[in-house]
């Protein structure tokens, strides 16, 4: 079965400081890896997915992925944060074998940007 | 605008009551899920449908009932023989089934038991 760990669960950063939130799945086949994100008061949306290809992702509002296959990861990035990008960010993947193809979250990280 | 759907947005049950929780969406998607989120948890799939009048189970869907009369609507019904029915529960759709899909989001309804 996949899982998926986030190991931060709350995270605090100065504006303009560097941002490395960590995801590891265990699959140990084709995976198709995804960070969601939540603002305060939003729905959760997506941020940026890999499915095949440049293992280095980007998605919306600067932020970046890079999937290495070797580690099982897919670290989210962002190097410079800023308030607005307070919320909590959930990392998914979906194995997507066989007839039951199905995304599996991690517990989420609560970033939070102080001015 | 197009979307998501969820309602309500709080919702109470009596003990062994069966309460339903509604979730519509306009996209035209295929595919449509719910999902529960606890605590420390993330979100766990509860049911899930690949198209219109079909449903699976999910990992957790001991308590819950779903149908898929029409392809805009996916409701939930929580039964009373879900023990621990608090929770925030999450409706998603998206384009097609497959497993690069991105998933859209309603806002959700939180379940409470009184």
């Known amino acids: 079965a996949q899982s998926v760990s986030q190991h931060n669960h709350h995270v605090i950063l100065s504006e303009a400081a560097s941002l490395e939130l960590g995801c590891n799945y265990s699959?140990?086949?084709?995976?198709?890896l995804f960070w969601y994100v939540q603002y305060p008061g939003q729905h959760l949306q997506l941020l940026l997915k890999?499915?095949?290809?440049?293992?280095l992702v980007k998605g919306i509002k600067g932020f970046e992925a890079e999937f290495i296959k070797s580690k099982f990861s897919f670290n989210l990035r962002k190097p410079s944060v800023q308030w607005s990008d307070t919320a909590e960010y959930f990392c998914?993947?979906?194995?997507?074998?066989?007839?039951?193809?199905?995304?599996?979250f991690g517990t989420g990280t609560k970033l939070q940007v102080i001015p | 605008d197009g979307g998501i759907t969820q309602s309500p947005k709080y919702l109470f049950r009596k003990e062994g009551q069966n309460v339903t929780l509604s979730c519509e969406q306009n996209?035209?998607?295929?595919?449509m899920y719910w999902y529960r989120q606890d605590p420390g948890q993330g979100l766990r799939l509860i049911y899930y449908?690949?198209?219109?009048?079909?449903?699976q189970k999910g990992d957790i869907a001991e308590g819950y009932s779903v149908s898929r009369e029409k392809k805009e609507s996916f409701p939930l019904t929580v039964t009373s023989a879900q023990k621990n029915p608090t929770a925030f529960y999450l409706c998603?759709?998206?384009?097609?089934?497959?497993?690069?899909?991105?998933?859209?989001f309603g806002s959700g309804t939180q379940l409470s038991v009184l």
């Open positions: 890999y499915f095949s290809g440049d293992p």
């Open positions: 996209l035209n998607h295929d595919a």
């Open positions: 998914a993947v979906n194995a997507g074998s066989g007839g039951y193809q199905k995304v599996t």
């Open positions: 449908s690949q198209i219109v009048n079909d449903f």
């Open positions: 998603a759709s998206s384009i097609v089934w497959g497993a690069n899909e991105k998933l859209f």
């Open positions: 699959y140990g086949g084709t995976v198709n």
